[in-house]
């Protein structure tokens, strides 16, 4: 059986593989070849890689071709030299092979060529043993190829980095995804991008916190975000401590207050379904738009909003006259089915015959962009309608944030 002790070894039995590969390619007689070399070993030409030669063509004759080869190395445990053979390469390099778990498994140390340093790799086997048998990486229940990464990456760990691995290990909507993406992207990068997550301080946080408690009110859901992104790094050992515990922000920072507004009463909801007005700007009625469709349909089907928004064609069936939408669309994470009455069916038959896109209610078809700014103006248009009473401004902005809250 072939192993090896020194580069010029290996160096022999790669030049050897790829002389069988060669004879193998041009169709040669392989027989005639292993009698030329089984002389010239026992001649004065015998050496090193006329052995391997010979191995190597006893082993392409037995199998009629030149199989993936793993040779151990004869001083170091577990360091061997994988040679393998695709789309007409050699590809050649040095692995690791361990057993954890009960497992055999392999990493890759290096490719082999004329710069090999055998010796280096030698030396990385010897860590990686030292590293299999310690309590630290046995207590981190992770690979050994993700726990070298780990330590590698400890101390050069980008935020941004630590935020796609948070992404990643949470079975989030691509909604919620979004959203945090937004946040990040918006206050967080520019702030954190040049410092290492193990470098952050409770003073550096600190000194984030009261800039960006000055420009928006909703800070503690991006302190939130940020406290469990750092929260999974020390689960992972990737930081030493998680700063962001250390800070209790409801006493060190003023929370903002949510105001729940009221639920829209009947009265209100019978006035905007009876409301009779045509938009002199669009020359179209309001029981003809896309926003009205889209208010009606939520009433029929009481979806949340963003499941209206975002409906598409797949989530219909006609023929069973039901709603199906996956897990992942959902809030509560669960599969759900909601059967049509004939009334979201008939807007459904309605939409189908303008039908753009892969969703329903696509924003291109409205006579204009459907922006909340504009939604408010189009409802204070018809204003009359809603009420004989003049509403005041203020009045006006609360009844319309309640109205799109509530309904859409």
Not at 89 to 104: D, G, I
């Amino acid at each position: 059986m072939l192993n090896f002790n020194s580069k010029a070894d290996v160096l022999d039995i790669v030049e050897s593989y790829e002389f069988v590969i060669k004879i193998l390619d041009n169709v040669s007689d392989l027989r005639k070849n292993l009698r030329l070399l089984k002389n010239a070993k026992s001649g004065l030409f015998a050496s090193f890689a006329n052995d391997c030669k010979v191995e190597f063509l006893e082993s392409a004759i037995k199998s009629k071709s030149l199989n993936n080869k793993l040779i151990s190395c004869k001083e170091c445990k577990g360091l061997s030299l994988l040679l393998q053979y695709s789309n007409k390469s050699v590809n050649c390099s040095l692995v690791y092979r361990f057993t954890q778990n009960k497992k055999t498994q392999m990493i890759t140390l290096c490719k082999v060529d004329s710069n090999l340093d055998l010796e280096s790799s030698k030396a990385k086997v010897k860590e990686m043993q030292v590293v299999l048998n310690s309590k630290d990486f046995k207590d981190s229940y992770l690979s050994l190829k993700d726990y070298l990464t780990m330590k590698k990456n400890q101390n050069d760990l980008h935020i941004l980095e630590a935020f796609d691995m948070y992404i990643k290990s949470k079975d989030l909507r691509n909604e919620t995804i979004a959203n945090y993406k937004r946040m990040f992207n918006l206050h967080v990068l520019s702030y954190f991008e040049n410092v290492k997550c193990n470098n952050v301080t409770e003073a550096f946080v600190r000194a984030w916190l009261d800039k960006l408690h000055k420009k928006i009110k909703y800070t503690d859901k991006i302190f939130i975000l940020m406290k469990n992104i750092f929260r999974l790094l020390k689960e992972k050992k990737y930081i030493v401590r998680n700063v962001f515990l250390e800070i209790d922000y409801k006493i060190s920072y003023k929370t903002h207050k949510y105001k729940k507004l009221d639920s829209i009463s009947e009265n209100d909801l019978k006035a905007l379904l009876n409301v009779d007005f045509v938009n002199k700007k669009y020359k179209t009625h309001i029981k003809d738009t896309l926003l009205f469709k889209m208010v009606l349909f939520t009433i029929y089907t009481a979806l949340r909003l963003k499941n209206v928004v975002m409906l598409e064609w797949k989530h219909i069936d006609f023929t069973k006259k039901i709603l199906t939408f996956k897990g992942s669309e959902m809030k509560n994470k669960q599969d759900f089915i909601l059967p049509l009455n004939s009334g979201a069916l008939a807007i459904l038959k309605e939409m189908q015959k303008c039908k753009i896109s892969n969703f329903v209610f696509d924003r291109n078809l409205a006579s204009h962009k459907i922006y909340i700014s504009n939604v408010i103006k189009a409802l204070k248009e018809c204003k009359k309608a809603l009420s004989d009473k003049e509403l005041k401004r203020g009045d006006r902005r609360k009844f319309f944030c309640k109205l799109l809250r509530n309904i859409i």
